[in-house]
């Protein structure tokens, strides 16, 4: 039997299947992962906007960090949604021996903002020095490098003060840009830049890309890939997603997974 890697999925559930830990599911299983998952936060959502989130209780969310960690060993870690500063410094403490994926989750494709201030402060202090990559699009670039993007020279800066944070690679998503052309810059501390290009596709089908996009890079990561071919198959995977889509909802629709 061929190797499958084991995934662990840390993120919010969306209730309109689209974003979330529902499309990480979707999105791992595709690339013939394994699939683990720890919810963070129940939100009320569809492809309108984000009704209600509600955050889990602390204990809930240990309960299930602990049962993965007793049992099934991960290969590696994607993390989307934290909406609690204790359960952000209890991941940091517990399970930052793992390669981690990190999507700093801040704003929903409908431009709901979904964390706090002090989340977002607990992540840049906690959470992402012990990440292998963390993937923010333009937007959660800005919060966290406190740099404001609006060129390519712009978002290569603020990867690189995003890398100055301790993580070891950073991919600063270029997708909600103005541009017709995306241009998602990947830094590494190596001192590599290197620099994806694609063409905008012109449709309103891209709720839960960011998530999808991060699992795919997970997953294939666990399957033994090169983290610059892990992209590069991810990005090709969500373009291919959204040329696909299935047109659900009235609003910003998902991606087609399968």
Request: proline share 3%.
């Amino acid at each position: 039997m061929s190797f499958i890697p084991k995934v662990l999925i840390i993120a919010g559930s969306d209730s309109g299947g689209g974003a979330g830990i529902q499309a990480d599911i979707k999105t791992t299983s595709f690339f013939k992962g394994y699939a683990m998952t720890v919810v963070t936060a129940i939100t009320a959502q569809n492809t309108i906007g984000v009704q209600s989130i509600y955050p889990l209780p602390k204990q809930i969310v240990i309960d299930q960090i602990n049962s993965i960690n007793n049992d099934l060993t991960p290969d590696v870690i994607k993390i989307g949604m934290l909406a609690d500063e204790e359960i952000i410094e209890y991941i940091s403490m517990n399970i930052s021996n793992y390669k981690i994926i990190l999507d700093p989750v801040m704003v929903a494709t409908s431009g709901d903002v979904l964390v706090s201030d002090e989340v977002i402060t607990s992540i840049k202090n906690n959470l992402i020095s012990k990440s292998f990559l963390i993937t923010p699009n333009i937007h959660e670039a800005e919060i966290l490098s406190e740099k404001k993007i609006n060129n390519l020279e712009d978002q290569i800066e603020a990867g690189k003060k995003l890398l100055k944070l301790g993580c070891k690679n950073v991919l600063v998503k270029g997708g909600h840009g103005n541009s017709d052309n995306i241009s998602d810059v990947l830094i590494t501390s190596n001192g590599d830049e290197h620099i994806f290009e694609s063409k905008k596709i012109n449709s309103t089908n891209t709720h839960g890309t960011g998530c999808s996009l991060a699992s795919a890079i997970a997953t294939n990561i666990g399957l033994g890939i090169n983290l610059k071919d892990s992209i590069k198959i991810s990005i090709e995977y969500v373009q291919n997603g959204i040329k696909k889509a299935p047109n659900f909802g009235s609003g910003n629709g998902p991606i087609r997974h399968f």
